[in-house]
Every structure is written in structure tokens, then in C-alpha cells.
């Protein structure tokens, strides 16, 4: 029983780190109905940032953080005006590809500009503790991810919730033209969702950091589909689902490793993704139309 | 207030409005009759600026808006109430109304025109809380009238504000139509409902396959027997 719960504690920060990632999934999804898989890699990209803002100006992780997420934001804004907003008219298909070689370009301009091999994330910036908490061990580090994780989605969840912004975003998702009519700009809308979700990668991604203590260009490959997975998992375009997805994810991972093999994990991941499609193809919180925020 | 000159506009190869032309008074109830696909949403959606005519302009108090977006179309203030309604069914009765004044900055007059819209539909109020999709169709219809209402529009778009609704209710709308009307609201009214809009509006057109085909004013409209055969049911 220790043993399960230790690995629950285990899976939380991973589920929170798959979660932030997830929810710019579903962000975006929710209001252009693109699946971004370039998302991932702006989380890699967000990694990079959060390194060498420690390791070339020294500044402690939770600035490292707020540099990448800065960063990332204007990098999701730039993808979005550059390559998908030409082709908001044309078909999905166009713009998923189209999202497939941004996912390609961010990779192998970061092996062209920084090299391919991984890089190990300082351990000053983050000196590991552990505590025992009735015989289950948890480290800073899980503390620090779970509780950022969480700070950041109250964050959004009040953006969403309350600010005009908010508002405005999810009436874009609801209906485009009725919120045209009410005076909102769609594009502005597109970018600060591009924005948002983009620094909770990169938030997500100085996490990952973290977490494995390593970073390399293709970083954000596998995490980036999981977090897919727990978006779909949750109900794509559904944000309350992406977290839950998000945790899901994790503590089931963790489980899989724990008690079978880590051999298995990834594919237990899309063992779900194939059964949620089967099952329930909206996801745990989906209505049946439920494309929608 | 109002001048839509000679539009043209079409859909990919459609030709949907052919050299259309509109004018719309200050302080008048103006209707748009005609049969389906006869171009009225089309006419809406473009004078709102959701949808450019290639060829012709539109004007609104004296300002040249063929070519403005449509969010500088509301501010400059006109609004619409969509055909079919369209609230933002997720979002609660009171944030569809805040979605309605999201381009006014004055917070306190907001809030006087929201205790308006709630004093005009007191149904509204009893379910500020409640999700917009789970209102009744009446509800929604109220609900997308007094959003539009949100932005102190000078001219109201009005498309098939009856449509589905149960006569006692239809009824119900016509006359918070010319409530509005008389506080100083200009109206464009698209209605399938001929007889009941004629019966409200000053001036009529009636449109067929993109063209208006006859225009007047509304008692003329009523009398005349083109009108009588084709709308009016005898
Ligand atoms: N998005 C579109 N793409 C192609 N054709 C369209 C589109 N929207 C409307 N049309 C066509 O343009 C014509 C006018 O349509 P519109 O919706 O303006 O008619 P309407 O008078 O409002 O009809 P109704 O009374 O049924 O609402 C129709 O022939 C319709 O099929
Ligand atoms: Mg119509």
C-alpha cells in the first residue's frame, strides 16, 4: 500500500507537468480546432531558455521560469502569425502539416544552433532535498513542480473564469461569428491563446529540466504526445479535462513503471489513446458535441 | 443613417446580392422581407462587415464602413442579433451579456444598461447564473436581443428575431421590437413573419434570389397584391 502511494506521489509531478503542456493543447485546439504539434517543442525550446538563463546569467529558477515563459509566448505568437494564420481558410489537413514541419524546424534548428547532445540542467539551481513524509519520500523537486503546476493553472483558470480576456476566448471557441459580432477580435483572441498556451510549455519545459535533470532538442517528442494523449484523454478543447488528462497520464505512467516495466509506459500511453478512441472518442469530460471549451 | 448602395456579393461562383441598395432613416423600424435564400442574412452579415461585397458601399452616419472591421462596425455602433440566436451556450446568462458591452470601457453605465436588460426580461435575471444553453428558446431569443443591446447600438440588425418561437411569445418580441424602437433604436428587421413586421415597421423592402423586387412604405407594402398573394397568405 506505501508502495502505491509512493508511487502516486511520484506520478503527481509528472501528471502536473503533462498537464501544463496539455492544457495549450487543448487551448488552441479549443479555438482553432489546429492539433499543434509544434507544441512540445516550443516546451523544449522553453527548457533551453530556462537553462542557460541559469547557467550563462545565473538566475534562480523561478526567473529562469518567467524568462522562458516570456519567451515562448512571443515564440507561439510568431508561429501562429507566420505559419498557421495563412492557413486559418484552407483545410485542417494543410495546417496539421503545416504544424508537423514547424514541430521539425524547432528541433533541428536547435541541434543546428546548439548541438544535438543533451544538455545536464545545473544542480545548483536546484539542490535536492528529501523528506519522509509517514514513510512515503518526496523530494523538493516534486514539491516545487506540483506546486508551480497548480499555481499556474489557478492562474489560468481565473483568466479563463473572469477577465474579459477570458471571456472573450472562450466565446471565440464557442461561436467565431457571434463573438465577431460582439466586437472581439478573433485575431487578437488566436494570439493570446498562442501566447498562454505556449509559456505553460515553457513553464512546463524548465519543469521538465527539473524533473529528469536533462535536456536535448528532441525533448519535447514524447512528453508533447502524452500531453496530446491527455488532452484527448480529458476531452480535446476542454480545459478542465486537459488537467485531469495531464494527471492521469502521469500517475499512470508511473504506475506502469513501478509495477510492470518502464518498458511498457509509452506504450501504455497510447494504449489509452486507442481505447479513449474506441470507447469515449470526446474524452472523460466530452459532451457527445464536445469540441468546445 | 444608413445608406447601402448598389452591393454586390458573392459566395465563391453564387452571386447572392445583386447591385443591392438600402437606406435606412434615423429613428425608424425598417423590414426585410422575403422568402428563404433570398439573400436577408447575407444583406446582415455584410453590413455588420463579416462578409466584403465586391462591388458597391456601405455608409453609416455619413462614414464610409464598406471596408471597416467588424468590431469597428460595432463600436461605431451597430449591432445584430444573429439568425438562430447563437449565445454562447457555455457561458453563463450575465457573461453573454458582458460579451454584448465587451468593446465599452465605461463600467458603470454597463452595469446601469445590464439592471436595463434585466428590468426589460426578468426571466433574464432569474437565470443570470445559469449556462445560456440550457435556456428555453424564447430565453435565447431575449438573451441574444438584450446582448445585442449590451452595445448601445444606434442601429439594431434584427435576423428573424421570431423565428421558431410560439405565437404568444412572437407577439411578445414584436413588441419589445418597437419598445426598443421608441427609445431611440433604428431597427433593420429581417423577418420571414411579413404580416407581423409590415404591421410594425415604417418602411419595407422585399427581396427575391438577391434583388430587391419591390420597396415602400410599410402600408403600402401591406396593400399592395404582389405582396398579399406572395407573403401575406392571400
Ligand atoms: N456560406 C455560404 N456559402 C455559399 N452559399 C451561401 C452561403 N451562405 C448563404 N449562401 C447562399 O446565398 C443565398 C442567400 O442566403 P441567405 O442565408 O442570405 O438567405 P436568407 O434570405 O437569409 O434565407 P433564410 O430565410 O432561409 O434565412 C442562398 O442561396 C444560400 O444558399
Ligand atoms: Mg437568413
Keep these: ?293 | 443613417m444608413l445608406e447601402v448602395k448598389d452591393i454586390d456579393v458573392y459566395y465563391g461562383a453564387i452571386h447572392a446580392l445583386k447591385k443591392l441598395s438600402i437606406t435606412i432613416e434615423k429613428g425608424k423600424i425598417v423590414t426585410l422581407i422575403g422568402a428563404n435564400g433570398a439573400g436577408k442574412t447575407t444583406t446582415l452579415k455584410t453590413i455588420s462587415g463579416l462578409i466584403r461585397p465586391r462591388s458597391g458601399s456601405i455608409t453609416f452616419k455619413n462614414v464610409d464602413i464598406t471596408r471597416t472591421a467588424p468590431e469597428k462596425i460595432v463600436a461605431m455602433g451597430i449591432s445584430q442579433v444573429p439568425e438562430g440566436r447563437r449565445v454562447f451556450s457555455a457561458m453563463t446568462v450575465l457573461e453573454n451579456l458582458e460579451m454584448g458591452a465587451y468593446l465599452r470601457r465605461d463600467k458603470k453605465e454597463v452595469e446601469m444598461d445590464m439592471e436595463k436588460v434585466f428590468t426589460r426580461f426578468p426571466r433574464l435575471k432569474e437565470r443570470r447564473k445559469q449556462l445560456a444553453g440550457t435556456l428555453s428558446g424564447g430565453e435565447q431569443q431575449m438573451l441574444a436581443i438584450g446582448r445585442a443591446l449590451m452595445a448601445q447600438p444606434e442601429l439594431l440588425l434584427m435576423d428573424e428575431p421570431s423565428m421558431g418561437l410560439a405565437p404568444l411569445l412572437v407577439k411578445e418580441i414584436f413588441e419589445i421590437i418597437q419598445d426598443i424602437n421608441s427609445q431611440g433604436t433604428t431597427i433593420l428587421l429581417v423577418e420571414q413573419n411579413a404580416h407581423m413586421a409590415l404591421s410594425i415597421a415604417d418602411n419595407a423592402y422585399v427581396m427575391e434570389t438577391g434583388e430587391i423586387v419591390l420597396q415602400g412604405t410599410a402600408k403600402e407594402l401591406m396593400n399592395s397584391e404582389e405582396v398579399k398573394r406572395a407573403y401575406l397568405g392571400g
Excluded: W
Design chain 1, 1 to 293: 500500500m506505501l508502495e502505491f502511494f509512493q508511487q502516486a506521489v511520484n506520478g503527481l509531478s509528472l501528471g502536473a507537468i503533462y498537464a501544463l503542456i496539455a492544457l495549450g493543447y487543448t487551448m488552441v485546439y479549443g479555438i482553432i480546432l489546429l492539433i499543434n504539434f509544434a507544441h512540445g517543442d516550443i516546451m523544449m525550446v522553453g527548457a533551453y531558455v530556462g537553462f542557460f538563463s541559469i547557467s550563462l546569467l545565473g538566475s534562480n529558477i523561478l526567473v529562469a521560469m518567467i524568462f522562458a515563459m516570456v519567451t515562448c509566448a512571443v515564440l507561439g505568437v510568431l508561429i501562429e502569425k507566420i505559419a498557421y494564420k495563412p492557413l486559418r481558410n484552407s483545410t485542417r489537413i494543410a495546417a496539421l502539416i503545416t504544424a508537423i514541419g514547424v514541430s521539425l524546424f524547432l528541433e533541428y534548428i536547435t541541434i543546428f544552433l546548439l548541438g544535438a547532445t543533451q544538455r545536464v540542467f545545473p544542480a545548483s539551481a536546484f539542490p535536492a532535498k528529501y523528506y519522509n513524509l509517514m514513510g512515503i519520500v518526496i523530494s523538493n523537486k516534486d514539491i516545487f513542480i506540483i506546486v508551480s503546476a497548480v499555481l499556474l493553472m489557478i492562474v489560468l483558470h481565473y483568466i479563463i473564469k473572469r477577465t474579459r480576456t477570458g471571456k472573450a476566448m472562450r466565446a471565440v471557441s464557442l461561436d467565431r461569428e457571434a463573438a465577431v459580432l460582439m466586437g472581439i477580435s478573433v485575431d487578437r483572441t488566436i494570439s493570446v491563446t498562442f501566447a498562454i498556451g505556449s509559456s505553460l510549455a515553457a513553464a512546463a519545459g524548465v519543469l521538465v529540466g527539473v524533473y529528469y535533470n536533462t535536456i536535448n532538442p528532441l525533448m519535447g517528442i514524447i512528453p508533447g504526445l502524452k500531453a496530446f494523449v491527455a488532452a484527448v484523454l480529458g476531452g480535446i478543447g476542454i480545459i478542465p479535462g486537459a488537467m485531469v488528462g495531464g494527471f492521469v497520464m502521469g500517475i499512470l505512467e508511473t504506475m506502469v513503471s513501478g509495477y510492470g516495466s518502464s518498458l511498457y509506459r509509452d506504450a501504455a500511453a497510447f494504449g489509452i489513446l486507442i481505447l479513449i478512441l474506441l470507447v469515449k472518442p470526446t474524452g472523460l469530460f466530452g459532451k457527445n458535441n464536445g469540441e468546445k471549451v
